[in-house]
């Protein structure tokens, strides 16, 4: 499956952001989609996951109850809806698939999307 990453810019704290992550060569429906980030000298970090067999979501608990991932069936595109966006979110995200994840860690993750910068200014 390949991944494109879209979706990211400049906000104030408090603020929304929508991030899209479409796939080709492969349906979302099959794969685990995971939504990662890293910011300046740290480490690449969990944020959301969905299951495209099942439906589950799963969160990291820094985002939960502010952050939603969901899929878009007729785009084959996972959605992640940030709300109340703060300075401490500013970061590169990045989308990730596999069929079958061991861990929700970014190692378990085969093909990954390029990098959208997110930027959340207080």
């Known amino acids: 499956v390949q991944l494109q990453a879209s979706g990211g810019g400049s906000v104030q704290a408090g603020g929304s952001m929508k991030l899209s992550c479409a796939a080709s060569?492969?349906?979302?429906?099959?794969?685990?989609v995971g939504w990662f980030r890293q910011a300046p000298g740290k480490e690449r970090e969990f944020v959301a996951a969905?299951?495209?067999?099942?439906?589950?979501?799963f969160y990291a608990s820094s985002v939960k109850g502010r952050y939603t991932i969901s899929k878009d069936n007729s785009k084959n595109t996972i959605i992640l809806q940030m709300n109340s966006l703060r300075p401490e979110d500013t970061a590169v995200y990045y989308c990730?698939?596999?069929?079958?994840?061991?861990?929700?860690?970014?190692?378990?993750?085969?093909?990954w999307g390029q990098g959208t910068l997110v930027t959340v200014s207080s």
């Open positions: 969905f299951n495209g067999k099942t439906g589950a979501t």
């Open positions: 990730a698939a596999d069929p079958l994840p061991a861990t929700l860690t970014p190692g378990d993750f085969k093909s």
């Open positions: 060569e492969g349906t979302v429906s099959s794969y685990v």
